[in-house]
C-alpha cells in the first residue's frame, strides 16, 4: 500500500506561480514511478507530468512543457511539481499519483498505469 497527501493548491493570478508537493508513505518510496494528474468539471483526468523511479528524465504533458518542473526527493518521500506562467486553463485538481513500473511515455501518460492516488489538491487560476 501507498499513501499519497498532496498539498500547495490555491489561488493564483494568472501568470503566476504555485508549488504542489506530495509526500508519499507505505512503500520504498525509490522503487515508485510517481506523476501528476489533473482534472478540471466536465473533463477526463489527465496527465500532467511524471517521473520514473530511476535517473531517467521526466514526461510532461505539451500543455505544460516549458511552464512545470516535476521532481522527487527519495530521502524526503516527496514529488513536486513547480508551475510557472499559470494560466486559467491550469485551474483544476492536481492529483499525485504512484505505480510499481512504467516504460515510455504512452505508459507515464496513461491513468491505468497508476495504482495509487492522493485525494488532490485545488488550483484555482484568476484572469
Known amino acids: 500500500q501507498v499513501q499519497l497527501v498532496e498539498s500547495g493548491g490555491g489561488l493564483v493570478q494568472a501568470g503566476g506561480s504555485l508549488r504542489l508537493s506530495c509526500v508519499a508513505s507505505g512503500r520504498t518510496f525509490s522503487s515508485l514511478v510517481v506523476g501528476w494528474f489533473r482534472q478540471s468539471p466536465g473533463k477526463e483526468r489527465e496527465f500532467v507530468a511524471a517521473?520514473?523511479?530511476?535517473?531517467?528524465?521526466?514526461y510532461y504533458a505539451d500543455s505544460v512543457k516549458g511552464r512545470f518542473t516535476i521532481s522527487r526527493d527519495n530521502a524526503k518521500k516527496t514529488i513536486d511539481l513547480q508551475m510557472n506562467s499559470l494560466s486559467p486553463e491550469d485551474a483544476a485538481v492536481y492529483y499525485c499519483?504512484?505505480?510499481?513500473?512504467?516504460?515510455?511515455?504512452?505508459?507515464?501518460?496513461?491513468?491505468?498505469?497508476?495504482?495509487?492516488w492522493g485525494q488532490g489538491t485545488q488550483v484555482t487560476v484568476s484572469s
Open positions: 499519483a504512484s505505480a510499481d513500473y512504467c516504460s515510455g511515455y504512452g505508459c507515464y501518460r496513461s491513468i491505468k498505469t497508476y495504482r495509487y
Open positions: 517521473i520514473p523511479r530511476g535517473a531517467g528524465s521526466p
